[in-house]
């Protein structure tokens, strides 16, 4: 291969050369859907520049379909074609064209989604060039965006594709009370941020609660240094924003004098004011996620995921009638004291008072074996005698999170007319043995195990890894 063909095997130049065009196609009636409403200034902002890959036809047959949509099929089969499920069953018939994959021994799912990634916002080698994660400057810093921050270059970005991950949220870090918008994206090989952004998804805000945001402000002028501290930042935040949004409501339904003038702290607060920007919300003890519920409720606006949150069993049932979500790690805390109380039953106690639980990643490693993760989470639940299922399991890494980013009616599980996010493994994905064999992303084959010239790598790896053909 040559030197070009590695560099531009990202872009997937190689693969698909004569097949893109320049121009973006209008979102499906599905994705418009999701589409969020212009900003307060009427500006379009940033597009994605996402574009399918067209792929021929492709048959999945004898594997065991687990569809995170309260059926499993064994000996089934699954059609993907156009970028899109066709068909599933135990007899499907496909184009003559198609191309067949025996997934004898093999199962099949719904491709992985984390809510909770800071890949490219924190790339590796990991140096302080690669720290643009937090905009650690002031406690609200709710202008940022981080896909401005964003490095498609990332090499951790190929590794979780290969764990079987197709979309992700990247988040700011945690430094700050709003820390800013997140980017949901496709896990592609691609050159810029906008060519991953999946069409149409909302954004999110990242908030933190608690102990970083008084740690790293707390010896600053004007802290917060406090809880109490933290929780009058955001109300002085929203306050503010409120008054904003009213100013360019009255205006727009007017039209008198001059516009408001533009505030991007404030345009994004709105935004959240409007419910077209999901809050996800970094938050560990029990009591604070309630207090951040009831803050909620003062300036009318929904949380959509608490993160982490390590102690979401104490209040399930009140996550329950809020309709929030929690993004929880299968085992991990400890390691500061407001992560102290955490137990392997989390998920599942979540999940049994009827509220949604994610297991999500906060790690370039962890994002690697997501599956494993809820495994974990599944298996401490039925110890513990709480009757998780596989399908229930499953929707913690799959259809849940989609909920989460407001992709649900076209992500997270395996049904006919969604978008073929599917992953092809080599055993029962709740096997510490199970890999991923190959990953679909909208039908295009992104990664396959067993051939080199699907793996695709950065080109920051260009030389680190042998290429295929070579004799290195």
């Not at 240094?225 to 205006?251: C, H, I, P, V």
Request: net charge neutral; hydrophobic share 40%.
């Amino acid at each position: 291969m040559t030197r070009f063909c590695v560099i531009t095997l990202l872009s997937a130049a190689c693969a698909t050369a004569g097949a893109t065009s320049t121009q973006t196609p209008p979102p499906t009636p599905a994705q418009a859907k999701v589409a969020p409403e212009t900003t307060s200034v009427d500006r379009p902002q940033y597009p994605s520049t996402y574009r399918r890959h067209p792929n021929p036809a492709v048959l999945i047959r004898n594997a065991t379909i687990m569809t995170a949509a309260g059926r499993e099929i064994p000996s089934g089969s699954i059609l993907l074609q156009d970028g899109k499920i066709v068909a599933m069953g135990t007899t499907v018939t496909a184009p003559a064209d198609a191309v067949v994959v025996d997934g004898t021994g093999k199962y099949v799912t719904p491709g992985l989604i984390d809510t909770h990634s800071h890949l490219g916002v924190y790339s590796a080698p990991g140096t302080f060039a690669e720290s643009d994660g937090n905009e650690a400057t002031t406690p609200v810093t709710a202008e940022v965006w981080a896909e401005h921050s964003f490095w498609p270059q990332d090499p951790q970005i190929p590794l979780a594709i290969a764990g079987g991950i197709t979309t992700i949220q990247a988040l700011p870090g945690s430094a700050n009370l709003i820390g800013g918008r997140s980017a949901v994206l496709k896990l592609i090989p691609a050159r810029t941020v906008q060519e991953m952004k999946f069409p149409g998804a909302p954004y999110g805000l990242k908030m933190a609660c608690g102990e970083n945001p008084k740690r790293v402000y707390g010896g600053r002028p004007g802290g917060p240094s406090t809880r109490m501290g933290n929780l009058a930042g955001y109300r002085a935040a929203f306050s503010e924003a409120e008054n904003y949004r009213q100013r360019w409501d009255k205006w727009n339904r007017d039209h008198q004098g001059e516009p408001p003038q533009r505030n991007l702290r404030n345009e994004t607060l709105t935004e959240v004011l409007r419910g077209k920007i999901y809050v996800q919300n970094h938050c560990y003890r029990a009591d604070e996620m309630v207090q951040m519920l009831d803050l909620a409720r003062e300036f009318g606006f929904r949380i959509r995921s608490f993160h982490h949150a390590v102690e979401a069993y104490k209040i399930a049932d009140y996550l329950a009638r809020a309709g929030t979500a929690v993004s929880i790690w299968a085992d991990w805390w400890g390691f500061k004291e407001e992560a102290m109380d955490g137990i392997h039953e989390n998920a599942a106690l979540v999940e049994q008072a009827g509220a949604r639980a994610v297991i999500h990643s906060d790690s370039p490693s962890g994002i690697q074996r997501l599956n494993q993760e809820a495994a974990k989470a599944m298996y401490a639940g039925q110890r513990a005698g709480i009757p998780i299922t596989r399908d229930q399991a499953l929707r913690w890494i799959t259809a849940n999170p989609a909920w989460v980013l407001g992709l649900d009616s076209l992500v997270g599980t395996l049904e006919p007319g969604k978008l073929a996010d599917v992953v092809v493994w080599s055993g029962d994905p709740f096997s510490v043995y199970a890999k991923a064999v190959q990953v679909y992303n909208d039908g295009w084959l992104v990664y396959d195990r067993y051939d080199p010239a699907r793996q695709p790598h950065t080109d920051f790896e260009l030389w680190q890894v042998p290429t295929p053909g070579s004799d290195r």
